[in-house]
């Protein structure tokens, strides 16, 4: 897919005040600093759209980026980030948690994991939960850059194994880096033959009876 344009449209608290539309959305979450503003950014095309920063939680809001006049870009906050204040966190996590739960039109959450970390309890729970609720999402590993195509390409493998000693199956896993553009086209023909699907509204969105747990910040 060719992206032509691209901007920002609204940033919200709370998903109720999230742009009414029917259109296909794609959310990017993961732990602060994993680069979701990154990654939007590489998509795009569009270095300044997504703001980023080398400070971890950066992103505090559900941000509304348009796509081709069609479908959206949401980037949310990161999860994770030690360094908010106990309240701060919560109010972080009920955003995220409100926003994929309540949020038809959202087609498919890429989840984020930087590539150089070995499996995190906090993403694995994280993953744990979307499961449980039944959330469509697909995970990208970020920063390949920072690492040699072989120690990337392990780093992957070991992550995936140790995925499907749990999982019966993978979800889609695409590898990028924002600094170099690779996984863009992947990504890019992926939302396009999603993009074909109908768009979910609120009348078919499933009872997903919102588990009370929250994300466990315990370790961080
Ligand atoms: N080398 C390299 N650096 C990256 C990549 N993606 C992100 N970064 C850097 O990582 C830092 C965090 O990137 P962001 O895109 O702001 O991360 P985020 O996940 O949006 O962070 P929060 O909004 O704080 O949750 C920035 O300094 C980026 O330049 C990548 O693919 N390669
Ligand atoms: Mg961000």
Known sequence: MIVNSARFVVSNSTVASCPDEERHEYAFIGRSNVGKSS??????GNRKLAMTSATPGKTTLINHFLVNDSWYIVDLPGYGFAMRSKEGRKQIDRIIREYILHRPQMT??????????????????????LGENGVPF?????????????AGKKQMAKYCEMLL????????????????????????????ELNRLPVASAADEKDVGESSEEIDHSEE
């Not at 749990?166 to 992947?186: H, Q």
């Open 108 to 129: 498919n959450l890429f989840l984020l994991i930087d590539v150089r970390h070995d499996p995190q309890k906090i993403d694995l729970e994280f993953m744990d939960w």
């Open 165 to 192: 000693e749990k999982w019966e199956e993978l979800p889609p896993v695409f590898a990028t880096s924002s600094a170099d553009g690779r996984g863009r086209g992947a990504i890019l023909d992926y939302i396009e």
């Open 39 to 44: 990654l939007i950014n590489m998509l795009t």
């Open 138 to 150: 697909s995970i990208v590993f970020t920063k390949l850059d920072k690492l040699s195509p072989t």
